[in-house]
């Protein structure tokens, strides 16, 4: 997994690529994120239109990031999931926790 991030009107911008296996990358992506809110950031886009695969432990690092931010009365948006990832988000009913949308432009006017 590989990930790049920016900062975009005081909501961090994250594009996950590769897999999404939370027991290699999770603790990194977790903390870069605490290092984020300390700064006061608490509104995030996490870009997974890159994300072949994930597995529960994936699935964790998203609920974390989420929880995290929720308890800082923050938000957390997902982009472009691929289609496997949309169905693993459908039978998880991740669907009805995460929001979910198609363009960076959609999410970024979300959350302003």
Same mark, same amino acid.
Request: net charge negative; glycine share 8%.
């Given at each position: %997994?590989?990930? $790049?991030?920016?900062?975009?009107?005081?909501? !961090? #911008?994250?594009?996950? +690529?590769?897999?999404?296996?939370?027991?290699?990358?999770?603790?990194?992506?977790?903390? %870069? !994120?605490?290092?984020?809110?300390? $700064?006061?950031?608490n @509104?995030?886009?996490?870009?997974?239109?890159?994300?072949?695969?994930? #597995?529960?432990?994936?699935?964790?690092?998203?609920?974390?990031?989420?929880? @995290?931010?929720r #308890? $800082?009365?923050?938000?957390?948006? !997902?982009?472009?999931? +691929?289609?496997?990832? *949309? @169905? !693993?988000?459908?039978?998880? *009913?991740? #669907?009805?926790?995460?929001?979910?949308?198609?363009?960076k432009?959609?999410?970024?006017?979300?959350?302003?």
């Open positions: %997994m590989d990930y $790049k991030k920016e900062v975009i009107d005081n909501i !961090l #911008n994250l594009e996950i +690529s590769g897999d999404l296996i939370g027991e290699n990358n999770g603790p990194g992506l977790v903390e %870069m !994120l605490n290092d984020h809110i300390n $700064k006061g950031i @509104k995030c886009i996490i870009d997974i239109s890159g994300v072949r695969y994930m #597995n529960s432990s994936g699935i964790g690092v998203l609920i974390t990031i989420l929880t @995290k931010l #308890n $800082k009365d923050g938000e957390v948006v !997902l982009i472009n999931p +691929s289609e496997q990832v *949309k @169905k !693993l988000l459908l039978i998880t *009913k991740l #669907n009805n926790i995460f929001t979910i949308y198609d363009t432009e959609e999410a970024l006017e979300s959350l302003k």
